[in-house]
């Protein structure tokens, strides 16, 4: 058990739908990291927030958007869904910036299905 | 744009061999991280390691940063079954993110 829990596990919905999945990091981590995961592209980087502020963008669409709470909780919100957004998506902390020695620490991923 | 690649991709053997596994990159890492995941399942940290020349060994894995901090190699001693699943190398750099390689997918056949 890494410390990272990620809701809901599984999620299955339509088209042109709207989720939002839900990350909690470790304790003491202050770095939020969303990836996603498809059988033909690796891990792929999204967005990074540390302490509440966002960091670093990946290759995240402009459909998609993200933020940290003051609890240090985030949400990964995916909007106008479509086939190709089906994956794994993950969720991962760490203590500070990507800085020597600190990895990170992923949750256990949401399934998402797009149908 | 920073990339790591791994080698190979792909690799099935039988158990009790020997392997490794290599990340390059041409980009200088201040870190690099070596993850095992298994399917349906988030990757699992397995080491880090900051320091160029650096080696760790972690019971029958070795994990080697290269002296320039561009390169690492995971050598893995009698395979195990267990040992089965998907490693990935990552490098963490000042640009606040981590740049996960493009993965080695292991099979350890009993």
């Known amino acids: 058990d890494s410390g990272v829990t990620q809701t809901p596990k599984h999620l299955i919905t339509a088209t042109g739908q709207r989720v939002t999945l839900r990350c909690s990091p470790r304790?003491?981590?202050?770095?939020v990291y969303w990836y996603q995961q498809s059988l033909d592209q690796g891990l792929q980087f999204l967005i990074q927030y540390y302490n509440g502020e966002e960091r670093a963008k990946g290759n995240i669409l402009e459909r998609f958007s993200a933020q940290q709470f003051p609890d240090l909780h985030s949400e990964l919100n995916l909007s106008s869904l479509e086939l190709g957004d089906s994956a794994l998506y993950f969720c991962a902390s760490s203590q500070g910036l990507a800085g020597p020695g600190w990895a990170q620490y992923f949750g256990p991923g949401t399934r998402l299905l797009v149908l | 744009t920073q990339l790591l690649e791994q080698s190979p991709q792909f690799l099935s053997i039988q158990e009790g061999e020997n392997l490794t596994v290599y990340c390059n990159s041409s980009?200088?890492?201040?870190?690099l991280q070596w993850y095992r995941q298994e399917p349906g399942e988030g990757p699992v940290l397995l080491v880090t390691v900051v320091t160029g020349g650096e080696v760790k060994k972690l019971k029958r894995l070795t994990f080697q940063f290269g002296d320039a901090r561009k390169d690492s190699s995971l050598h893995i001693t009698a395979a195990q079954p267990g040992d089965t699943g998907l490693y990935l190398c990552a490098g963490g750099s000042g640009t606040y993110k981590y740049i996960f390689g493009t993965g080695t997918r292991l099979k350890v056949l009993a």
């Open positions: 304790s003491g981590d202050l770095s």
């Open positions: 980009s200088v890492f201040s870190s």
